[in-house]
């Protein structure tokens, strides 16, 4: 996070259906992602930032996470018109015997919530991490079409939704093959590292590639990962060692 807001990871302006970041429902709604990896004070405040927004405005709040997410969430927002949801519970209720979220179940647990929600307050925005639960559990294609469901009740309730993903962008397993079907769902990436690793990453890069970084050093921390994981693997390590070193420094 950059200290003052919520920034895009790449530039593209492509839809949704077109694939890409960056891509707005056929409304002008968002649906954001964070690779939080275990820093839950940064997801706190992203959020909290994002829900606030709503609820100063008038709308609501919708929360479907973890019982200490939840706890957390709440103390920030204090509203009445904040609702807050298990994210294993409602997981629960959106299976069908495909193993699959099916999209009736789906609509008849959160889309009921949502437009009750629209409804009641003109608006609202929510916060969910059910994806994240199906992620951590290896379930990557229930995960994606979790997702779907989600831009596809966007898009008929109208309403903008953060997801958190337990990922570490730092690790081995943030590379584009695996993280490319969130990339496609969402519209934006919500920083998931401090402003000065930017710069630190900037600094590592040319110490250990100079010239051959191929542009790398003009792209946001998240992007400069997963490009490096791709096109020059034999140094991510080297380099994200040295960036971590100089960010602490």
């Not at 992602?33 to 959020?47: H, I, K, S, T």
């Not at 008038?58 to 929360?63: D, E, H, M, N, V």
């Not at 994806?131 to 995960?143: H, I, N, T």
């Not at 542009?215 to 791709?230: D, K, P």
Request: proline share 3%; net charge negative.
């Amino acid at each position: 996070m950059t200290g003052k807001g919520i920034t895009d990871l790449t530039p593209s302006a492509k839809r949704r259906r077109m694939g890409g970041v960056n891509a707005k429902s056929e409304a002008g709604h968002e649906h954001l992602v964070q690779f939080y990896g275990g820093d839950d004070a940064r997801l706190g405040r992203n959020v909290g930032r994002f829900l606030n927004e709503s609820l100063r405005n008038g709308g609501g709040a919708l929360i479907i996470a973890s019982s200490a997410r939840r706890e957390s969430i709440g103390r920030e927002l204090a509203s009445e018109r904040a609702v807050f949801l298990d994210d294993k519970e409602m997981l629960a209720t959106l299976f069908g015997s495909d193993g699959r979220p099916d999209p009736a179940l789906f609509d008849a647990s959160v889309g009921a919530v949502a437009r009750d929600l629209s409804e009641k307050y003109g608006g609202f925005r929510a916060y969910g991490e059910m994806v994240g639960v199906l992620w951590s559990q290896k379930s990557f294609s229930a995960a994606i079409a979790l997702e779907s469901l989600w831009n596809a009740l966007i898009d008929s309730a109208g309403f903008d939704l953060f997801c958190g993903y337990p990922i570490d962008v730092l690790s081995e397993d943030f590379q584009l093959a695996c993280v490319h079907p969130l990339l496609d769902s969402h519209t934006r990436v919500v920083p998931a590292v401090a402003h000065n690793f930017d710069i630190a990453m900037r600094r590592a890069i040319d110490e250990v590639v100079g010239n051959r970084s191929d542009g790398l050093c003009s792209l946001r921390a998240e992007q400069m990962i997963l490009r490096l994981r791709s096109t020059l693997p034999r140094y991510a390590d080297d380099i994200l060692a040295k960036a971590q070193e100089y960010a602490q420094a």
